[in-house]
């Protein structure tokens, strides 16, 4: 079990540009999360897909975030014309989506977007 | 304790000590869940306490929950430097295990 996976570990984007980070859960998960991470706001929730249904995406920009899974064993979180503002590390979490159970939660190591 | 408005809390202590970090919660959750983040990683579970559990283990983590004055505890008991990292607690008020977390509290463990 290798785990979450998220590529790329790094990403440096000039302002303006599109940025795609992508996670790869556990294999049987069917619950997969999107969460930002930033030392002022902390982690935040931003998109959830259950069986690759997008479910919840509260957290998300309306504007310039999009997240999609096409397939069970991805899922990718897209940013358009990022803004320094979108610095941040960018995690993934999967689970086998018991209610209210979560005792499998498990997340990637994230992707730390820098946006200059 | 971690929460609201409150700023990302530290801890120094030496190697050896115990140590009780305190998260207070806003909402109503079904599960308080205690994660542990070391540089570089994502955040790794330790201990998840249902609501209907006052006290929870795992080898020298202990994990308690009041759901009266919606506070959580989570205490390690003979501290090691590899315990350094940023405690965070969680709360779910979906049912889906969208969590809402806490500021976190750094530990350091000093040698």
């Known amino acids: 079990n290798a785990g979450v996976i998220q590529t790329p570990r790094h990403k440096v984007t000039g302002k303006g540009q599109e940025a795609t980070l992508w996670c790869e859960p556990i294999?049987?998960?069917?619950?997969v999360f999107w969460y930002r991470q930033t030392i002022v706001q902390g982690l935040e929730f931003l998109t959830y897909?259950?069986?690759?249904?997008?479910?919840?995406d509260s957290g998300m920009p309306k504007e310039r975030f999009s997240a999609q899974m096409p397939n069970q064993s991805h899922s990718t979180l897209k940013i358009q014309s990022t803004q320094p503002q979108d610095s941040a590390v960018y995690l993934c979490?999967?689970?086998?989506?018991?209610?209210?159970?979560?005792?499998?939660?498990?997340f990637g190591s994230g992707t730390r977007l820098l946006v200059i | 304790s971690q929460w609201g408005e409150e700023n990302l809390q530290a801890l120094s202590i030496q190697e050896g000590e115990d140590v009780t970090m305190n998260c207070s919660y806003k909402?109503?959750?079904?599960?308080v869940q205690w994660y542990r983040q070391k540089s570089g990683k994502g955040p790794a579970q330790l201990i998840l306490?249902?609501?209907?559990?006052r006290e929870k283990r795992s080898g020298r983590l202990r994990a308690t929950l009041d759901t009266s004055s919606q506070s959580s505890s989570l205490s390690i008991t003979g501290t090691l430097a590899t315990d350094t990292a940023v405690y965070f607690c969680?709360?779910?008020?979906?049912?889906?295990?969208?969590?809402?977390f806490g500021k976190g509290t750094v530990l350091l463990v000093s040698p």
């Open positions: 294999s049987g998960h069917s619950a």
């Open positions: 897909f259950r069986n690759q249904a997008p479910i919840d």
């Open positions: 909402t109503y959750t079904t599960v």
């Open positions: 306490i249902r609501s209907n559990e």
């Open positions: 979490a999967s689970s086998l989506d018991l209610k209210g159970r979560g005792s499998d939660y498990t």
């Open positions: 969680a709360t779910d008020d979906s049912g889906y295990n969208k969590l809402t």
